[in-house]
């Protein structure tokens, strides 16, 4: 399932009636379409009416009435519930505001999207009574919603779990960093889900434990000195013939 989505338009309506002093009177409206699924079928048009910061009432289309919160909105909304017409207009919203704006405003927001680079890494060892920690940061993504979690055997792990805000990096792009504590087991396997925008489906990296990290590293800065040290000898011997070539030996 894709992340949750809010949208949030412009107030439907906006009044404001000052009486001049510190102490004034403001009314407005909000509307909210709240979806997850990305064919839009679980889209809900949600409408609040507030006085002040108080909220009087709100029409949420998967009710299908307005409900008051205050004595006042109670009054409302059952003035609004009386006419089917109107209610009948608010349901029609859902396809023709919410739906059709989702899908103006999500179009734009793919053609930008940019997927996440993942990095899946051991931050420490299990050892005694500790657990091992393993951190899966996402970097360099676009726009900023995204969920990470984990699977342990195929099962969403949900418990000893720790998750960063989306970091902005001052440059458009954001980054995110979630850990796993848990006790090794044999033949087990590990995996970090990423959901964002930029992918259709999620992106799954799965844990290698087959050699710890540190050890990873040993090997790849040894394997590069290897490397490193017989071209440098080959460099050195290719010379020394060349030098060699050039001499004319003379008997003593």
């Known amino acids: 399932m894709s992340l949750l989505k809010l949208m949030i338009f412009l107030p439907v309506l906006m009044l404001s009636a000052f009486t001049g002093t510190a102490d004034g009177y403001y009314t407005y409206g909000m509307s909210e379409c709240v979806y997850s699924a990305s064919d839009y079928s679980d889209m809900v048009y949600l409408v609040s009416y507030s006085f002040n910061k108080a909220v009087d009432l709100q029409y949420n289309s998967t009710v299908g009435k307005f409900v008051g919160s205050t004595e006042q909105g109670v009054k409302m909304a059952e003035n609004f519930n009386n006419n089917p017409a109107y209610l009948q207009q608010r349901k029609a919203q859902v396809d023709g505001y919410c739906k059709h704006n989702a899908q103006v405003l999500d179009s734009a927001v793919r053609d930008k999207a940019v997927q996440p680079k993942i990095s899946l890494k051991s931050v420490k060892q299990a050892g005694g009574s500790h657990p091992a920690v393993l951190m899966c940061s996402a970097y360099d993504f676009y726009p900023k919603k995204i969920k990470v979690s984990w699977l342990r055997n195929g099962k969403e792990e949900t418990s000893d779990v720790t998750s960063t805000m989306e970091l902005a990096d001052g440059d458009w792009y954001y980054q995110i960093h979630s850990h796993l504590e848990y006790t090794p087991k044999s033949g087990e396997k590990i995996s970090c889900v990423v959901e964002h925008a930029s992918s259709t489906k999620p992106i799954i990296t799965d844990w290698d434990p087959s050699l710890p990290e ?29 030098k060699s070539s050039g001499r004319i030996l003379v008997p003593n």
């Open 214 to 242: 540190p050890e990873r590293n040993k090997i790849a800065i040894g394997a590069s000195g290897l490397v490193l040290g017989v071209i440098i000898a080959a460099a050195g011997l290719i010379y020394y013939k060349k």
